[in-house]
């Protein structure tokens, strides 16, 4: 699409609190990211019931789309 061809992509890789939850690394590789070629992304893992990892993922956000 014309409209997302600037857009930037935050993937925040909830549970990561859960024993069995999937690695940055995996995700990356299920999701396709380092496929997308000039397209610049990020991942963070989070965990939402404590808030880690959500500000800093916001924060690349931020800082990426000024």
């Known amino acids: 699409e014309d409209e ?10 909830n549970k990561q609190d ?6 940055i690394n995996e ?4 999701l396709g990211l380092n ?4 397209r610049e992304w990020y991942i963070q893992s989070t ?3 404590t808030g880690d ?3 800093e ?3 690349w956000l931020s800082k ?3």
């Open 64 to 66: 990426t789309l000024t």
């Open 57 to 59: 993922g916001l924060d």
């Open 47 to 49: 965990c939402a019931t």
């Open 4 to 13: 997302l061809r600037d857009a930037v992509l935050l993937v925040l890789a």
């Open 18 to 23: 859960l024993p069995n939850a999937m690695s």
């Open 53 to 55: 990892g959500l500000y």
């Open 27 to 30: 995700c990356t590789e299920k």
């Open 35 to 38: 496929q997308l070629g000039k």
